[in-house]
């Protein structure tokens, strides 16, 4: 499908400006003593951050874009196809209750099967990642004096890659192993984080077995867009099947998948 540089301006701009506002409202809980936290019944941390920025995203697609469905973690919705907007108020909790800095709100915009829009932010990182279709992925962080241009390496041998995952669960046997043996170096960055780096060509493949649909919609553009290659985990042909994601620089993506899922 061909992508006219711009056509979504105005949906970056709307994230970007969501993306804001989250990052005030997450900055203000992160770290608080008197920070509420609940379990929820698949026994994961939700926090009163995590909820509010998700409202708050919703009041604001509410006024500005009133007739796009809106699907998040927190407060569910429909996954419809079509447009819709796909949130993540914070992707990483577990880091954002223990303190740990490596959080970040995941918005996106996609359009039946494709993301056309995301944004990833993270501000106790102090970084930004973003990106739409036919107009690059970007990225700003405390080194930067202007934005920056993402752009995937150029490492074409797995024996050469530096991989990156999450952590062991949902692997299939022995694949994990298989996978960091056959790499150059391997490190444990996690979430988002993991992807991201692969759209800056820091990292060259990054791994999670399992992740929903809302982990992974705002990474895809980016990762797309700075030159790089993002499918499902599973093998299923659609990235939105929220079944994990693999992302490569794209020269490594077929000898990873092999390696990855046999």
């Not at 796009?68 to 996954?79: A, C, R, S």
């Not at 780096?197 to 990292?203: C, D, I, K, M, R």
């Not at 700075?226 to 659609?238: C, E, Q, V």
Request: glycine fraction near 10%.
């Amino acid at each position: 499908m061909a992508y006219v540089p711009g056509a979504y301006n105005d949906d970056l701009a709307l994230a970007l400006r969501m993306a804001d506002q989250a990052d005030a409202m997450t900055l203000a809980s992160f770290r608080r003593d008197d920070l509420a936290i609940e379990t929820k019944p698949d026994l994961t941390p939700v926090t009163e951050a995590d909820r509010g920025v998700e409202r708050m995203v919703r009041e604001t697609l509410a006024q500005e874009r009133p007739n796009d469905p809106v699907l998040g973690e927190e407060y569910g919705g429909t996954d419809t196809g079509g447009r819709r907007w796909i949130i993540d108020p914070i992707d990483g909790t577990k880091n954002f209750v223990r303190g740990v800095p490596v959080w970040a709100t995941l918005i996106a915009l996609a359009i039946d099967h494709d993301v056309v829009v995301g944004v990833v932010a993270a501000p106790a990182m102090g970084r930004r990642w973003w990106a739409a279709r036919g107009a690059g992925a970007w990225t700003r962080g405390p080194e930067d004096s202007a934005d920056r241009r993402c752009r995937v390496s150029a490492v074409r041998e797995v024996s050469d890659a530096s991989f990156s995952f999450s952590d062991g669960v949902g692997w299939p046997h022995g694949c994990l192993d298989q996978m960091m043996d056959s790499t150059w170096r391997t490190r444990g960055y996690g979430d988002f984080w993991s992807h991201m780096l692969v759209a800056e060509g820091h990292v060259d493949i990054a791994a999670e077995p399992e992740l929903d649909i809302w982990d992974l919609a705002a990474l895809v553009p980016v990762v797309e867009e700075a030159g790089g290659t993002i499918t499902p985990f599973s093998g299923d042909s659609k990235i939105l099947s929220g079944a994990g994601a693999i992302s490569t620089n794209g020269l490594l993506h077929e000898a990873a998948s092999r390696i990855i899922r046999p």
